[in-house]
């Protein structure tokens, strides 16, 4: 029989990380980077009040946009609506790249940028790190006239650094004009840094630069697949071409707007992650692991100079009910990744180190 | 400033019906083809039990393949989970199609086919209908080396119209074997003639056919974005490669398997359809407005031999606070697409038309 033909395309697979264990009951999933406090009470207070189910979300996703853009004081003919930042990421892909188009992402990055950019045939050049970050030197030397998109994840995942504004500002002024920056703030306002700003704070006017936020991290709402971007009326534009007509639900443009809104508990947020961030850091590195300082919810764990490899680390956490992420998929050696969780997670999770290292 | 410049694409774009109406509150929409009844009551039981919102879905969606599989006796890894059977579309689009490949489809068919089918870079031809049907013998005459796929739904949208399965039985044996088969089921559970057969009915164990359903129409789930494809194993994996790691929200997963596991409902939603749609149908002919036989959950309304034409009858609707799809996007002229409503709607639906016409 003569088949249908796909396309050939040449992608890495995207392997998740687990999200269960055989033979594990109540496992504690800090593999992901979730929100450890969950979603405000204000979208659960929605969550009680019911939906319409059965009829179609505003396509437009209206309401969310004018609600993003009061918030943020920017322009809601310039925000792009996306089924989580992933789907942002899609769409810039699918709008910009051509076959054969090049891009640079750096050498530990977010996977899917390496992915939708395959998907749309273009080749991924991957820039290598100065102490763990993203380097824009290195970046620099990679541009070519086939270059079109730099991607930058900052606060990067999974390396847990990030570059400063000047950093960021100096490698958009150095890239050529026509080269699209997409800046990745999906762990931004978890960053309290001084030194820091966030890719929207910075290129708010920026006519060649998109930027996409997540209400999957901070906002606790990774089930309901809600993301947004921000760029140039052009840009979003030629992007939103792409977008399906009702890409998000309706449960989450309503989940969404209360969400963001709730700025008491952002804050509250904020908080539990910087406590816990720093307490959590201290015990990892007087345990001789290395990791990045304290920044996002986050820590990317190198078990080199550690009493036990990233495997060993790996069975006993599970052993103990605690699932942490494998580095495998984005071949970094001997390491894992860990999410702050609620006050009892953690503690859970230091009382496992305490024990074993 | 020389600035990015994004993919140029030759892509007609989709404008959605109305949803609302400034200054017209209350407004019944009987304009997208929703559901009448709305949700199964297991949905909502679900919806009242609370969800996990700050964890990330399982990007599988196994527990839905798993119930869709056994529900139907098919196997689960031919299953392809989208957000809505509009991703399905596209999924398939992205999958097979190259830049000048050409694809088929009828004339007044779902604008989707086309939309995506453009965006990757596809020529589309059009097939003449048949007494305001599908036509296998159109069809078979636009088939060239460069045909990619051939896109029917069954019923089809915003006809109203069905081929009978023999005729879909000869579509796909006259077709070549090469050339991939779309058959959209999206109304299939409404129908009730004996010589209908769905698309899953007819080609579960087909090597080059896939079949798309959806769960916002009989199954009321419109606003949650659920859909699902089943085809062969190198379809539906070829298919799976484009797919983003978490299409749909755990939300839409969970409603999703409850939803079809209520034989009681679907079979009263079907009731509920038949029902209405005879005695729709009679006073709507009674008025000299050409329409469609009672297939699906909607009529299509030709308003040539009627007493007043379209935009008229819009505007009555509207006054009286019902919402009629126009048929401008799909160039169907004096026409308006009517969908099945509750008691309520419908009897307020066939009084404007007493009144009016």
Chains 1, 2 share one sequence.
Not at 79 to 94: A, K, V, Y
Not at 119 to 142: C, P
Not at 185 to 194: M, P, Q
Not at 259 to 282: C, G, M, P, Q, T
Request: aromatic share 10%.
């Amino acid at each position: 029989m003569n088949l249908p033909k796909p396309k050939t395309v040449n992608v890495d697979l995207y392997i998740g990380g687990l999200s269960n264990i055989q033979n594990v009951p109540n496992l504690v999933k800090l593999s992901a980077n979730e929100s450890a406090l969950g979603p405000s009470p204000k979208v659960l207070e929605i969550f009680k009040s019911g939906f319409n189910l059965k009829k179609y979300p505003d396509g437009k996703s209206s309401k969310l946009k004018e609600t993003i853009a009061k918030k943020f004081s920017i322009n809601e003919d310039q925000i792009l609506i996306g089924s989580g930042s992933d789907e942002i990421i899609s769409l810039i892909c699918q709008s910009f790249l051509n076959k054969d188009d090049e891009v640079i992402m750096s050498e530990d990055s977010f996977l899917m940028y390496r992915i939708y950019s395959q998907l749309n045939g273009a080749v991924v050049r991957f820039a290598k790190n100065e102490n763990n970050k993203f380097s824009v030197s290195e970046t620099l030397k990679l541009v070519t006239n086939k270059t079109k998109i730099v991607f930058i994840a900052n606060p990067n995942n999974p390396s847990g650094t990030y570059i400063n504004s000047d950093e960021l500002v100096k490698l958009r002024k150095k890239l050529p004009e026509n080269i699209l920056l997409m800046v990745d703030d999906a762990y931004a306002e978890f960053v309290t840094e001084n030194d820091y700003k966030s890719g929207l704070d910075i290129f708010k006017n920026s006519k060649n630069t998109v930027v996409s936020r997540t209400f999957s991290k901070i906002f606790g709402l990774a089930n309901l697949r809600l993301g947004w971007g921000y760029g140039s009326k052009e840009i979003i534009e030629a992007a939103n071409l792409f977008r399906p007509p009702f890409n998000i639900s309706g449960i989450a443009e309503k989940a969404g707007c209360a969400a963001i809104l709730d700025d008491e508990w952002i804050k509250k947020n904020v908080e539990h992650n910087e406590k816990w961030s720093k307490i959590i850091f201290e015990k990892i590195t007087s345990k001789k692991i290395i990791t990045n300082d304290p920044v996002a919810n986050f820590f990317l764990l190198n078990f080199d100079n550690a009493k036990l490899n990233s495997e060993q680390a790996f069975d006993i956490f599970i052993n103990n009910k605690i699932l942490l992420r494998k580095m495998n998929t984005y071949g970094i050696k001997n390491s894992l990744r860990v999410t702050i969780g609620t006050d009892e997670e953690n503690k859970t999770f230091l009382d496992i180190l305490d024990k074993n290292f």
